[in-house]
């Protein structure tokens, strides 16, 4: 599993050496892409004040992921972006657990769920 060794506004870096300056998905066998189907999400930014995680954008990841057990969401410096309760119903009745916290902790979180997670998607915020 890729961790997150380092994250700001702006820019997250993995500990495989790999930075970024947009928000990133990275997948249980470590590839790792653009977060490209947030815009399934954007319709209900108003409701949130913040574009959050849909279960119409998190379904396109588990298509390309394959069964996971864990789903990681790096809601941001900040914190913003929010994980849509439909989202998380998706997640429970596909047996995954959903670890949130903020993109900056994410470094903390990942040793943890390394122990707890064999299959981990990875939805990365790297703004607000």
């Given at each position: ?7 700001r ?47 119409e ?60 997670c ?11």
């Amino acid at each position: 599993m890729k961790c997150v060794k380092n994250a700001r506004f702006l820019h997250v870096e993995l500990d495989s050496g790999e930075s970024y300056n947009h928000d990133i998905v990275v997948y249980p066998d470590g590839g790792v892409e653009p977060r490209t189907a947030k815009s399934l999400s954007k319709k209900y930014a108003d409701l949130y004040n913040h574009t959050p995680l849909s279960a119409e954008e998190l379904r396109v990841y588990l298509e390309k992921a394959g069964r996971v057990d864990c789903i990681v969401v790096g809601t941001g410096v900040e914190g913003r972006m929010r994980v849509m309760d439909e989202a998380r119903r998706l997640a429970e009745r596909l047996g995954a657990r959903v670890y949130e916290a903020r993109t900056v902790e994410l470094p903390e979180l990942c040793e943890r769920v390394k122990r707890e997670c064999k299959r981990v998607l990875q939805v990365i915020h790297v703004t607000c």
